[in-house]
Structures are given as structure tokens and as C-alpha cells.
């Protein structure tokens, strides 16, 4: 049982360029996640969704955009990299998001220079 | 809107000695509750949870916290500490908020043992 996994691990942008963060999970959870951590800031909400086909905005969505077209993978686009995005990057996944484990991936550390 | 504090960024702490990692919370509704444990270079674990019920919860490796709603607290305590306790600790509450459900996280404690 694989759990959570994130593709890539490590990843440099330059300012500009684009990319997807990928996120799989195979437990059949309906609630998924992104979070950003970066120091002193424990981690923040980036984007979430409920089910197929149902996103939301969290507490830091501006410059990242999601999609959930199946039940197993939510991907992260950054449209465009700012130096500000330079974080490490989580993907959660939980059966519901009440009172249940949330179940996190390896990360992926993302530097924008 | 919900929040959680956790007040101390670090806690240094010898091994075999009792250690608490606070954790205060705010919220006009009912929350459900937990600690997260993240070891260097890995993603966040659960540690343990308060749903409901006894107010006193325990994890499997020795830590125990305790629900203390009039003070809108979460305490993460262990008696004793061990080297294979050093990692970053995070208090995190769920509440059904109107439109949407979020887990929301605290800064993180980080607890260091030493000899």
C-alpha cells in the first residue's frame, strides 16, 4: 500500500517557468490537500477538494491552481514561479477532513530563483 | 474563524526528563483535535487525536495530551523523554466551517533532546 505519493521530490525553477506538482493516493480518500510549510510558519492551506470534480480555495491559493478529475490524484500547477514560492510542498489525503488521520506525502522542495 | 497557537518555536529537553509542547486553539464551535509528529526530511504523522469522549487521549509511544475546553488547550506531555523523540511537533484543528472543511495547522514546535 503505497499511501500518499509525491512526484518530484526536489525541484528548481527559475522565475517565470511553470510546472505541476503531482500527488497520487490510493485509499480511495475523498479529501485531499496542499499545503506549503516554510519556517516559523508550520504549514498553510493552499488549495483542497472534497470529491471528483469539487475544489476550494485555502488560506494562501494565489499563483497555484488545482484540478481533481479522479479520486486518487490533485495536482498543483504554478502557472508562473515567483521567489516567494520557494517552500516545501504537501500533499494530504484523509477519508473525511473531520476526525480522521490525514495522511501526508514525502514532500517536494521547490526553490525559485 | 478557526486558529491554533502554539507559543514555544523550540523546546530543548534531556533525555530521560518530562516535557509539555503547548498548544491553545480558537474556535466558536465544537473542534476536533490533534498532534502531528514530522521527523527531519519526512512528511507529517499522526501522533494522536480528541474526537470525543475522555479527555485524556495517548499515543502509542508514550506521549498523552489533554482537552481542556474552558481553557481552549491541547497539551502535548510525556513523562520522559527519549533521543528518537527529537522532531518537529504540530498542533492541528478541524471544524466544519460554512462552505467548506479544513484542517488547520499551528507553527510547530521543535523538540530537541539531548544527552
Known amino acids: 500500500n503505497a499511501g500518499v505519493t509525491q512526484t518530484p521530490k526536489f525541484q528548481v525553477l527559475k522565475t517565470g517557468q511553470s510546472m505541476t506538482l503531482q500527488c497520487a493516493q490510493d485509499?480511495?480518500?475523498?479529501?485531499m490537500s496542499w499545503y506549503r510549510q516554510d519556517p516559523g510558519m508550520g504549514l498553510r492551506l493552499i488549495h483542497y477538494s472534497v470529491g471528483a470534480g469539487i475544489t476550494d480555495q485555502g488560506e494562501v491559493p494565489n499563483g497555484y491552481n488545482v484540478s481533481r478529475s479522479t479520486t486518487e490524484d490533485f495536482p498543483l500547477r504554478l502557472l508562473s514561479a515567483a521567489p516567494s514560492q520557494t517552500s516545501v510542498y504537501f500533499c494530504?489525503?484523509?477519508?473525511?477532513?473531520?476526525?480522521?488521520?490525514?495522511?501526508f506525502g514525502q514532500g517536494t522542495r521547490l526553490t525559485v530563483v | 474563524a478557526q486558529s491554533v497557537t502554539q507559543l514555544d518555536s523550540q523546546v530543548p529537553v534531556f533525555e530521560e526528563a518530562p516535557v509539555e509542547l503547548r498548544c491553545n486553539y480558537s474556535?466558536?464551535?465544537?473542534?476536533?483535535l490533534f498532534w502531528y509528529v514530522q521527523y527531519p526530511n519526512q512528511g507529517l504523522q499522526l501522533l494522536l487525536k480528541y474526537l470525543s469522549g475522555s479527555t485524556l487521549v495517548e499515543s502509542i509511544n508514550g506521549f498523552e495530551a489533554e482537552f481542556n475546553k474552558s481553557q481552549t488547550s491541547f497539551h502535548l506531555r510525556k513523562p520522559s523523554v527519549h533521543i528518537s523523540d527529537t522532531a518537529e511537533y504540530f498542533c492541528a484543528v478541524s471544524i466544519l466551517t460554512g462552505g467548506g472543511n479544513k484542517l488547520t495547522f499551528g507553527t510547530g514546535t521543535q523538540l530537541k533532546v539531548e544527552l
Open positions: 485509499m480511495n480518500h475523498e479529501y
Open positions: 474556535s466558536s464551535v465544537s473542534v476536533y
Open positions: 494530504a489525503s484523509s477519508l473525511t477532513v473531520l476526525g480522521t488521520e490525514a495522511f
